[in-house]
């Protein structure tokens, strides 16, 4: 399986949001797992830590969840992006780019002074 | 990318700081506490939901069901931390986990009810003997005075720039200046420093309490009569008609609260007084260094005079707004300066003011700050022998701990729960510590020595409570730490598997334990070598001679109005008949009258001039007691006589006249020399040049006319008749020796002044040996408020001692018992156990001597004849400490030496 990146509280719930964004309402598994997906890989979610998560982006307001029924017809709660949800995902997607574009100039350093 | 915005580096979704979206998530996670059950409820679903997902993923991707969820569960880690973080994201962690530590906590009290009520006990003995001295501390020292803005109220006295902490009364000359001229005060004052009056034409005489006060006095204060009115500015000058206004009780008692009394007369020291006015109930003034509320307030008659003496005004402002103490000082002063100026006589140039709380409170406040630093350490050592109690619990609950911990609670969340456990015992013990102070008020009320002002204001009030309840929590909080800690650092698989035999653990819970014992030693010893000295310096002031002879003797005030005792004759004529009349009372040995009395009734300081030495204008002269007596007063107070004669009927006053001089004057001033047949001039610097020749014709032994405590003063006596005296002081004490019971011949004094006059009370009728007992009332009620705290805290620390010991010992059960087994004696196992116990003793001992002996120049100013180091207090309080110490530790020892080795190593 070689060395999974373990994934930051934070950019987990911009995850979250990303994915609810993309692919319209799931359920946590289905989160997880998509997000494991989209990473290539790459990232390795504890699926337990998914909740937390989740419960506080609801409580902001950010998404909206209710029970239905899954693809194989199993009962599961499924979460959607509200309005102030894309808005946000919006603003966070934004901001950890500039964010991203800062700290990379500082680790290649040699771009910024050309 | 906008090139001139500014970024704050920080993991983006971490700010979601969107205030209202932060407040949104609190108000439901707050609303979530109501709905636990089906947070609950739908998070288990959840999970399940999530696992099934899951398993069926993985089985289409060819797993075996069982391995599918083997990889389902692991993928979501341990259930029980979901639940937990979800949880703490569910509800408002902090209180959530607050009702079920609490929750929990209850349950642990309700478990071990004897554990809980020793602790609770100890700290309500600590709490409530805090709360006790804080209720009086409060209201003696830091409640306001009940007048309103009563921070502005200033007292001002009169200095010799020279000498400045030496004041002086205002001088009626003084006082009018003052008043006409200051700029710093609203108003300025005058409260005369008599503090009773006569009252006559009722069926008996009575005395009553008050002082003469200014027209401004109440205005000052700020306090409007409840019934009338207050006097009118201007109207306290000869030719006016005398006012009076009233107390509250005094309005009861003798009017029966009749609002018609106002506009009545009454007659006081034979002049006849308006009542304009009557205050209100709360109203309180006393005397100056009394406690009790005056009864009435005459209006003062200023009478300009043409010198500044008699220096008898207590003068009283309120400070106008935005001017500061110093300013009203300096004020003062330039006016003290210009009638310094105006009139000869005493150099009184400057002037200093101080805040009436100060000084009606001052003298008592450094005992009580005492006493509270006391009882604190009263409280801090009920609190280390709580936190040792709970260090030992903890070890003892480390299996209980170490399975929550394994149950996956974090470290900081088992500490918690200890120190709630803690802080609710210590919430319980200061309810009982607040029902036990309500009790110790009213027995320090009851036992306060008569001098401690404002004592009826004191009582449990809300400033108590709420240092009461912060007393509490903060000594639980202080216990609860050690337990908390002890916990966060025990590793946990250790416990689990070593159990409490853990020998790297039990060394450091008693390394701990032993250190807490030392602490508590200690300061226990800080507190009984507090109250060892206090004791001794006791002992020594009650042990002091007062220079005379108090047994059988008895003293009584009488004030002879000017209305019906208008010039000396008079006087003279009434004191000699009455002295007459009671050597005549069977049972009484001889009888004398004097101005001033012994231990602690200083009336005049006079001073005077020895011919031998020069006279240098502005260098203060000294002082000497200066007091008028009968030839029968040294008789009567059994003051011996040195040398020379006493005075006699041929001293005829005014053209010879005679003195009596004690024995420090003697050898302060006439040293190796004969002072009889010396001559001095007494009174006035400015008028000692030209003043009268003295003849010293008798030296008598040292009277304590300061108190037990002061030094030996020079004295003065001079005849009262035959001499202008009678006229100058017309109020006198009365001084009879009795043959056995002094009191027995109260009621024969009482006759013989009424036969005399039926007008005249005769006041303050007191033995000698109840007024020497009240002179030390205040030293006596510390020493034994001291005590108390000294042995409540020698108490708390031998039970530490004890309970430590009796842990440490059944720790080593296994240990004696090897050691019993291989042939060790039972005197040998308690030799070694006792050693531990000394050891602490020892350690504690040496600790609490450098503190005692840092804290103890603390109380220098409380101690009498006794250093504050005196070596004999700290070596018998070390020995004391260490036997008490040895005392609690050979209870559990000789119990380790009735371990059976056989049961010893059974056991565990």
Known sequence: MGERKDVWQGTLALMALKTLEADGPLHGFGIGRRIEQTSDGELSIQYGTLYPALLKLEQEGYIASEWGASENNRKAKYYRLTRAGRKQVQKEERQWQETAAIISRFLSPGKESA | ?908
């Not at chain 2, 993923?57 to 931390?81: I, P, Y």
């Not at chain 2, 349950?107 to 804080?134: D, P």
């Not at chain 2, 509490?472 to 002890?486: D, I, W």
């Not at chain 2, 007992?773 to 042995?791: E, K, N, Y």
């Open chain 2, 1 to 908: 990318m906008a090139g001139n915005r500014r970024h704050h580096l920080q993991i983006p979704v971490a700010r979601q700081g969107v205030r209202v979206r932060g407040i949104r998530a609190y108000l439901i996670r707050l609303s979530g506490l109501f709905r636990r059950k089906k947070f609950e409820h739908d998070l288990s679903r959840e999970i399940e939901s999530h696992l099934q997902l899951h398993i069926e993923d993985n089985m289409r991707a060819g797993m075996s069901a069982s391995q599918a969820r083997r990889q389902a569960l692991l993928k979501l880690g341990s259930v029980e931390n979901v639940k937990e973080s979800y949880r703490d994201r569910s509800y408002v962690p902090a209180l959530e986990t607050i009702l079920q530590d609490i929750r929990y906590g209850l349950r642990q009290i309700g478990r071990n009810r004897g554990y809980t009520a020793v602790v609770a006990l100890t700290m309500a003995l600590g709490i409530g003997a805090n709360t006790a001295i804080f209720s009086v501390v409060n209201a003696v020292i830091l409640r306001r005075l009940p007048y309103p803005q009563a921070d502005r109220l200033m007292v001002a006295s009169l200095v010799n720039v020279k000498d400045p902490s030496f004041l002086v009364s205002y001088g009626v000359a003084d006082y009018l200046a003052a008043r006409e001229r200051q700029r710093s005060f609203t108003k300025l004052a005058g409260v005369s420093w008599a503090d009773s009056f006569t009252l006559t034409g009722t069926a008996e005489p009575l005395r009553l309490r008050g002082s003469a006060v200014s027209a401004e006095f109440f205005s000052v204060l700020g306090v409007r009569p409840a019934l009338g009115r207050d006097f009118a500015f201007g109207e306290d000058t000869p030719g006016h008609t005398r006012e009076v206004v009233l107390s509250d009780r005094f309005w009861r008692q003798g009017f029966g609260a009749d609002p018609q009394a106002v506009g009545r007369t009454i007659t006081l020291d034979g002049d006849s007084y308006t009542i304009v006015g009557v205050m209100p109930a709360e109203f309180h003034f006393g005397a100056f260094g009394a406690t009790e509320n005056g009864d009435i307030w005459p209006l003062m008659q200023i009478v300009p005079r043409n010198a500044r003496y008699p220096f008898s005004l207590r003068v009283v402002g309120r400070l106008k707004s935005g001017v500061s103490e110093s300013q009203a000082r300096l004020d003062l002063a330039a006016i003290s300066r210009d009638t310094q100026r105006q009139f000869p006589g005493p150099e009184l140039s400057g002037a200093s003011i101080e805040p009436l709380q100060t000084e009606i409170t001052g003298k008592v406040r450094p005992a009580l700050l005492i006493l509270l630093g006391a009882v604190g350490l009263v409280l801090l050592i009920a609190t280390v022998n709580v936190a040792n109690l709970e260090v030992a619990r903890a070890t003892a609950r480390g299996r209980e701990l170490a399975i929550r911990a394994a149950m996956g609670a974090g470290r900081l969340r088992i500490a918690r729960q200890v120190l709630t456990e803690c802080l609710l015992v210590a919430v319980l013990g200061g309810a009982l510590g607040l029902f036990l102070a309500y009790w110790c008020v009213r027995g320090i009320v009851a036992m306060a020595p008569a001098g401690i002002p404002r004592l009826a204001e004191i009582g449990v009030d809300g400033q108590v409570l709420a240092f009461t309840a912060a007393i509490s929590l903060l000594s639980g909080l202080l216990f609860g730490l050690a337990p908390a800690a002890h916990g966060l650092g025990s590793s946990l698989d250790e416990t689990l598997r070593g159990g409490a035999q853990n020998l790297a653990e039990q060394r450091e819970g008693r390394g701990l334990r032993n250190s807490l014992v030392i602490v508590e030693v200690s300061l226990s010893l800080v507190l009984v070598a507090g109250a060892g000295l206090l004791l001794r310096s006791f002992e020594k002031l009650t042990g002091t001679s007062p220079g005379f002879n108090p047994k059988t003797v008895v003293t009584a005030l009488l004030s002879l109005p000017p209305t019906r005792y208008k010039d000396d004759k008079d006087i003279v004529s009434f004191y000699s008949r009455l002295l007459d009349r009671v050597r005549e009372v069977p049972g009484v040995v001889s009888a004398g009258i004097s101005m001033n009395v012994p231990p602690d009734l200083v009336n005049m300081w006079n001073p005077f001039w020895v011919p031998n030495q020069p006279l240098v204008p502005g260098r203060s002269l000294p002082q000497a007691v200066e007091t008028t007596v009968s030839p029968d007063y040294f008789r009567a107070l059994g003051v011996p006589l040195l040398r020379g004669r006493l005075f006699g009927d041929s001293d005829k006053g005014q053209h010879d006249p005679v003195l009596i001089v004690n024995e420090s004057l003697a050898q302060r001033y006439f040293p190796g020399e004969d002072p009889v047949g010396k001559r001095i001039k007494t009174g006035d610097p400015g008028f000692i040049p030209t003043s009268q020749w003295e003849t010293i014709v008798g030296v008598v032994g040292d009277v304590k006319y300061g108190g037990l405590d002061s030094a030996s003063e020079a004295t003065l006596y001079v005849p009262y008749f035959q001499t202008y005296w009678p006229a100058f002081s017309r109020e006198m004490f009365l001084v009879v020796r009795a043959e056995s019971d002094p009191k027995s011949i109260a009621s024969s004094l009482r006759a013989a002044v009424r036969e005399l006059d039926r007008d005249m009370p005769l006041a303050d009728l007191r033995t000698m040996n109840e007024l020497l007992a009240d002179s030390v009332a205040q030293p006596r009620f510390r020493t034994i408020l001291l005590g108390i705290f000294a042995g409540l805290a020698l108490t708390l620390s031998a039970i530490g001692v004890f309970g430590v010991m009796a842990w440490l010992i059944s720790r080593r059960t296994k240990e004696i018992g090897v050691r019993m087994a291989l042939g060790s004696s039972r005197g040998a196992v308690l030799r070694m156990v006792l050693e531990d116990g000394l050891r602490v003793a020892l350690i504690g001992v040496a600790i609490g001597l450098v503190a005692a002996l840092a804290s103890s120049r603390l109380i220098k100013g409380l101690l009498f004849g006794i250093q504050p180091a005196d070596p004999g207090t700290f070596a018998a309080v070390s020995l004391l400490v260490v036997a008490v110490i040895l005392a609690a530790c050979y209870v559990p020892a000789r119990r380790s030496t009735k371990v059976d080795p056989m049961v010893a190593l059974r056991y565990e």
